[in-house]
C-alpha cells in the first residue's frame, strides 16, 4: 500500500505562539476530508511560519 502525500499550498505568515493551534484544529476537523496541514519556522526568517496544506 503506497500513500501519497500531495503539497496543495504553501505559505510563509508572520509566527505567532498560537498558530500550532489552529494547525492542529485543521487537522483534527479534516483528517476525514484526506487533508493535513503542517507549520515549520522558516530557516532563513525565524520571524516567519511556513503554513503547508496537504493532501493524504
Request: glycine share 2%; proline share 0%; charged share 30%.
Amino acid at each position: 500500500m503506497e500513500s501519497k502525500i500531495e503539497i496543495l499550498s504553501t505559505i510563509n505568515v508572520e509566527h505567532s505562539d498560537d498558530l500550532y493551534k489552529i494547525v492542529d484544529t485543521l487537522n483534527r476537523t479534516l483528517k476525514r476530508d484526506n487533508l493535513m496541514f503542517g507549520l515549520a519556522l522558516d530557516e532563513e526568517n525565524k520571524n516567519q511560519a511556513v503554513f503547508t496544506i496537504y493532501r493524504t
